[in-house]
């Protein structure tokens, strides 16, 4: 239906920045659709991120992100951001691009996946 396509993964050390991204395509996409990253790391279950409508308005992101990671939309590119500063070693994980019509935080409510990109951050 939608196909999505992540960037924008590393090798980094703690304190550095990344910026993720995500294109889709494959489908026209309008402000039914929301938009959103779940990261994944090693063993451990799926965690949601951050969530935005894709008019780029009513961007969510979780506790331990919300300080130091920025989503974003440009839905003329149809391409989602993820600026992440300030890494830590517990940010490591695989990074997922998720798309969905309406509004979500659970990882089951969306039907639209990514591969995902690999972010490494070393302490």
């Known amino acids: 239906q939608v196909r999505l396509a992540e960037r924008g993964g590393g090798l980094v050390q703690a304190g550095d920045s990344l910026r993720l991204t995500c294109l889709a395509s494959g489908w026209s996409l309008d402000r039914t659709w929301f938009m959103a990253w779940f990261r994944q790391a090693p063993g451990k279950e799926r965690e949601f991120v951050a969530s935005?409508?894709?008019?780029?308005?009513?961007?969510e992101s979780a506790d331990s992100v919300q300080a130091r990671f920025t989503i974003s939309m440009d839905s003329y590119r149809n391409t989602l951001y993820l600026q992440m500063n300030g890494l830590k070693p517990e940010d490591t994980a695989v990074y997922y691009c998720?798309?969905?019509?309406?509004?979500?935080?659970?990882?089951?409510?969306?039907?639209?996946w990514g591969q995902g990109t690999q972010v490494t951050v070393l302490s």
């Open positions: 935005i409508n894709w008019s780029g308005s009513g961007a």
């Open positions: 998720a798309a969905r019509i309406g509004s979500a935080k659970n990882g089951e409510e969306y039907n639209n």
